[in-house]
């Protein structure tokens, strides 16, 4: 079997798929084809694969194909070395993974000269191997015969001390790189060890936001993500120490891996309190303490750093994949629509500052009201709001969530009373989040180049009201707050990442070629930051386009790239109907063909259900369009551009409820889920700091994945359970007949949300026994949900 052979089973083993399904698949790919282009567009050839499954081969495929190089490159090297066996070459061609490669090759790798191997330069593998060969021998006695003075580079061996230390160093190395024994021992503790976590001395006081981890053991396989990246954190900090530890090695009479090493090297380890009437010969002896060195010295440290990097990694990998479901449930929330919006971001001192778009987001009008203190002009920003609304005509008021946003929403909410008669309006509170990071940024200052920052900033909330997916896509990811312990993850796997889930997302939408902003049409498949800027100079330079077909005018639009993106790109009333549908323009003779047979014209048949529901798409496939395209076709001609993302709604705050001091246990509130994260959902319930629902007072019913349940842009019913006013925590509960906590009281015990485990949206501390300690469970909530609650932006 080749190589490539090899790799595309492997894949499709992994993947549950059929091989051709993956050969087929990794062609296009390697072809230039983007995933959101063949997970629509290809499905005959790729058996319906969609962009999640595509997603992860084309991940595995890239590590795949760096293990084979990295298999070529060790064993040609360990060839040239004239060490390369065929059972050697059977067991690196056998590595399953880079790990195992590694460990194979270990003892071939070039590594700088040890004390090993200058005892076998000295000539002392031979005293080794009958220490080893025979415990009854005299470690002493044996040793005493290979003294010998220094001869040119070969080092002397001047006592038997010396020589049986250089003997030891030989046999550690040997025993350190046995891949076979590495590899049990790894999975041993993987499995069987404990994450312990320690406080470091004096560090108590600084480090009080973990102090749920100043004594913590926990199974080390089972730690979950938030809790590792916790400790990782508090140990980055100088807070804590880690350690990965077997459970019981401590009142072992021999550590358990320590036995391993023996079993692994032919020696057998007696307990000096259980050896015979003579005790151990002073060859066991030895062979013990070499066993304990290469445990203690060589093989534990590196161990354990390696499991804790492969702990991390997993951690980081699961907060990456909370991030990217957070921000993929935002992107595609519902948009309010293109409607004229005035948009409000609320401040104190320095004013309110008001901005107004027109349906399709271009910027019309700005200004500055000050109803709030110190000034309080109530009635004159009223008057100013209401003449912006009706010269502008307009429909929806967006309110940013920042300072002073209840106090504002309160002016807002006066104003579409004062106006329902003449002018019908809707306000809504919006996300601030990164908006700061917008206005700031080198491509507002091109949108919007002659207005201040802190205007831009009230334009980008009132555009992402109106379609927060194009307005989104201009503000770096991890600005905008979803995510857990962003900034301690890798940040070029946190980025590739949520490119990926803009990408998928805005193609599943689709983009009006004649509306859409550069930074929106560099994210639609096969174009690039300077093809999305060409087509925007295009477009100013000759108008609306009114065809995909004009696509190709663009400069360094060629035909390929025409393909990956034509049909993600919309024309709405332009020379083609189809230009508005997600029907590719490769497939409009086929379109064009069911609109023949039905005997209709096209634009007539387009919408037409009764008729559309009626074909079989089975009568229209041929050879190059199967039955699934078929079906996404009719599917197109029924509702052409479809927007997947749900309806407009928006959470209604309750009146008087503006901050900390006005909630109480028991009320039951309106609120939009901000954030999921693996341990329950924050909620914004409009007092400008974001309640938890632990995982437990998410539902009646067990709840393994919060996201089941809620995803980020939710409106949900909540009830209050208590309140930590010194702390700005809130517990809430989505099951509304819980009881809340009678304790309202600062610092009240276990009361915070996020120390707990939610009995009854009660999120008492959850302690279990293991090894005779108590360990907090979901302990680190506390730490981590500070933290999210820090991560909502520039709020």
């Known amino acids: 079997m080749n190589v490539n052979q090899r790799i595309m089973e492997r894949l499709a083993d992994e993947l549950g798929v059929r091989t051709a399904q993956v050969a087929a698949t990794v062609g296009l790919l390697d072809e230039g084809a983007t995933v959101p282009f063949i997970a629509r567009y290809r499905k005959e050839v790729t058996g319906a694969l969609d962009d999640t499954q595509l997603r992860r081969l084309d991940e595995r495929l890239r590590y795949l194909r760096e ?49 090993a191997q200058m005892a076998r330069e000295a000539g002392l593998e031979p005293l080794a191997d009958a220490l080893l060969a025979d415990p009854r021998l005299d470690p002493e006695r044996e040793a005493a015969a290979y003294l010998r003075p220094a001869e040119g580079e070969t080092p002397a061996v001047e006592d038997a001390r010396a020589a049986l230390d ?52 926990e199974a080390l396989a089972k730690v979950p993500s938030h809790r590792a990246l916790a400790m990782f954190r508090g140990r980055n900090e100088g807070v804590l120490s880690l350690a990965i530890r077997l459970p019981g090695e401590d009142e072992a009479p021999i550590h358990p891996a320590q036995l ?115 000034q309080n002009r109530w009635r004159e920003s009223l008057d100013e709001l209401a003449r912006l609304v009706r ?64 205007v831009r900033g009230a334009v980008s909330i009132a555009r992402r009201l109106q379609d927060p997916l194009a ?54 498949a096969g174009l690039s930051a300077t093809l999305a800027d060409n087509i925007v100079a295009e477009r100013n330079r000759r108008g609306a386009f009114n065809s995909r077909q004009a696509l190709l005018e663009v400069n360094r639009l060629g035909p390929k790239t025409f393909e990956q993106c034509a049909g993600f790109l919309r024309v709405t009333g332009g020379d083609n109907p189809l230009d508005a549908s997600a029907v590719h323009p490769e497939a409009y003779p086929l379109a064009e063909r069911i609109a023949g047979q039905t005997g209709r014209e096209l634009k007539g048949l387009i919408g037409d259900s009764a008729t559309l529901k009626a074909l079989d798409p089975a009568d229209f496939a041929d050879e190059r369009f199967g039955v699934p395209t078929v079906s996404d076709i009719l599917a197109e001609l029924d509702k ?47 007092v400008h700091q974001d309640g938890l629902v632990h995982i437990s007072a998410l539902s009646h019913r067990f709840v393994e994945d919060p996201r089941s349940v809620v995803k980020a842009g939710d409106i949900v019913q909540v009830k209050v359970m208590n309140v930590d006013i010194p702390r700005k925590r809130i517990g809430l509960s989505m099951r509304l007949d819980d009881q809340p906590e009678a304790d309202r009281a600062a610092g009240a015990s276990s009361g915070a949300p996020g120390t707990a485990d939610g009995k009854a949206g009660a999120n008492k501390t959850r302690r279990r026994k293991r090894g005779g300690k108590a360990e907090s469970h979901d302990a680190d909530v506390g730490a981590l949900g500070a933290a999210l609650l820090k991560a909502r932006g520039d709020k």
Not at 73 to 89: F, P, R, W
Not at 407 to 422: F, I, Q, Y
Not at 437 to 444: C, K, N, T
Not at 482 to 494: A, E, K, M, N, T
């Open 391 to 454: 010269e502008h005509g307009v429909a929806l008021i967006a309110v940013g969530n920042g300072t002073a946003s209840r106090e504002t929403d309160r002016l807002a909410g006066e104003l579409v009373k004062a106006m329902a008669a003449s002018q019908p309006l809707s306000k809504v509170m919006v996300s601030e989040a990164g908006a700061s990071v917008y206005s700031a940024s080198e491509y507002a200052s091109r949108e919007l180049p002659d207005l201040d920052v802190t």
């Open 67 to 115: 293990l084979e190089e990295r298999r070529e490159a060790v064993i040609a090297t360990i060839d040239e070395q004239g060490k390369l066996t065929s059972a050697l070459a059977a067991d690196l061609n056998a590595a399953d993974t880079k790990q195992r490669l590694e460990d194979l090759y270990r003892p071939y790798r070039k590594k700088r000269r040890t004390k």
């Open 260 to 374: 391993a090493i023996a079993r692994q090297a032919g020696i057998k380890l007696v307990p000096a309190d259980k050896a015979g009437p003579e005790g151990q010969s002073p060859g066991e002896r030895w062979l013990a303490e070499v066993v304990r060195w290469t445990w203690r010295v060589k093989l534990y440290t590196s161990l354990e750093t390696e499991l804790l990097g492969q702990l991390r990694e997993q951690a980081e990998l699961t907060a990456i994949e909370v991030f990217a479901a957070n921000l993929k449930d935002l992107l595609l929330a519902a948009p309010a629509g293109p409607k004229v919006t005035l948009a409000i971001d609320p401040g104190l001192r320095t004013g309110c500052k008001v901005a107004v778009v027109d349906a399709t987001g271009q910027f019309l009008a700005h200004t500055t009201i000050y109803p709030h203190a110190p």
């Open 471 to 524: 307005e989104l896509v201009k503000i770096e990811p991890k600005s905008i707050g979803v995510g857990q312990y962003q900034h301690d993850v890798s940040q070029l796997q946190l980025s590739k990442s949520l490119e990926a889930v803009i990408e998928d997302c805005v193609n599943a939408v689709g983009v009006d070629l004649n509306t859409a902003s550069s930074a929106l049409l560099s994210r639609v």
């Open 640 to 686: 052409p551009g479809r927007d997947p993302r749900p309806e407009f709604k928006a959470a209604a705050f309750r009146e008087g409820v503006e901050s900390l001091n006005d909630l109480e246990p028991g009320m039951v509130l309106e609120g939009s889920v901000t954030n999921v994260t693996h341990f329950g959902a924050f909620v914004d319930i409009g």
């Open 166 to 217: 250089g003997a030891k160093q030989i046999l550690m190395e040997r025993f350190a790189e046995d891949a076979e024994l590495i590899g049990r021992l790894r999975e041993r503790l993987w499995r069987d060890g404990e994450l312990s976590a320690r406080v470091l001395e004096g560090q108590e006081r600084e480090g009080a936001k973990f102090a749920d981890y100043f004594e913590h053991d």
